[in-house]
């Protein structure tokens, strides 16, 4: 199975930052990679699929890069509604797994 | 505005069965793939499987094959998971989502595009 690694697992930041957060596959995924955000007690959100692919309805301040192993999300001007747990998945091969996550929290 | 809805929390004795359920509004329901998530106390989230209401198909990931059951009832929009003998390791909260293939240049993604809010299963004896 593909195994899907994030970095960092926390992340304390404040509001107006620019924050990275990494995911590296164990073998070459091209850009078969998604990400989401998750907030405890709601429905886990899409942001990106295919690596840079913008899912309709997110921020522009949200974006994607990345192929093969590495790849990253960044946020642009952190928002206080951004404050989440995001996660990468790999959609390549199956089972589709997912990275550990890394929480975004309040710096 | 499309939305899964989840059935509520259970809690339940170790060797208990259990039926969870994952009920579509809108359209498209019965002809989306619907996958199972598996989030475990304070860990990250595990993709169950996936099953097709409109002929109840199903796929398995191999560490789940075997120990749950995915099925639909088209007629009313519905997708289950299902255990026939729970175990203490079965805790976690379960989510179901929609899975939908994303077209970008002439290339087909996949991802899991709306989900529900999940449902809280507790095992203990």
């Known amino acids: 199975d593909i195994q899907m690694t994030q970095s960092p697992s926390s992340l304390p930041a404040s509001v107006g930052d620019r924050v990275t957060i990494t995911c590296r596959a164990s073998?070459?995924?091209?850009?078969?990679l998604n990400w989401y955000q998750h907030k405890p007690g709601t429905a886990p959100k899409l942001l990106i699929y295919?690596?840079?692919n913008l899912q309709t309805g997110v921020p522009s301040r949200f974006s994607g890069r990345g192929s093969g192993t590495d790849f990253t999300l960044t946020i642009n001007g952190l928002q206080p509604e951004d404050f989440a747990t995001y996660f990468c998945?790999?959609?390549?091969?199956?089972?589709?797994?997912f990275g550990q996550g890394t929480n975004v929290d309040v710096k | 505005e499309v939305e899964l809805e989840q059935s509520g929390a259970e809690m339940k004795e170790p060797g208990e069965s259990l039926r969870i359920s994952c009920k579509g509004s809108?359209?498209?329901?019965?002809?989306?793939?619907i996958a199972w998530v598996r989030q475990m106390p304070g860990k990250s989230l595990e993709w169950m499987g996936i099953?097709?209401?409109?002929?109840?198909?199903?796929k398995y990931s191999p560490s789940f094959q075997g120990r749950v059951t995915m099925s639909a009832d088209k007629s009313r929009n519905v997708a289950y998971l299902q255990w026939s003998s729970l175990r203490a390791s079965d805790t976690a909260i379960y989510y179901c989502?929609?899975?939908?293939?994303?077209?970008?240049?002439?290339?087909?993604?996949?991802?899991?595009?709306?989900w529900g809010r999940g449902t809280v299963v507790i095992v203990s004896a």
């Open positions: 989502a929609r899975h939908r293939q994303f077209l970008v240049g002439t290339m087909y993604y996949d991802a899991l595009d709306l």
């Open positions: 809108g359209d498209r329901f019965t002809t989306s793939w």
């Open positions: 099953v097709y209401p409109e002929d109840s198909d199903t």
């Open positions: 073998q070459n995924i091209n850009n078969y």
């Open positions: 295919a690596a840079s």
């Open positions: 998945q790999q959609s390549f091969r199956p089972p589709p797994a």
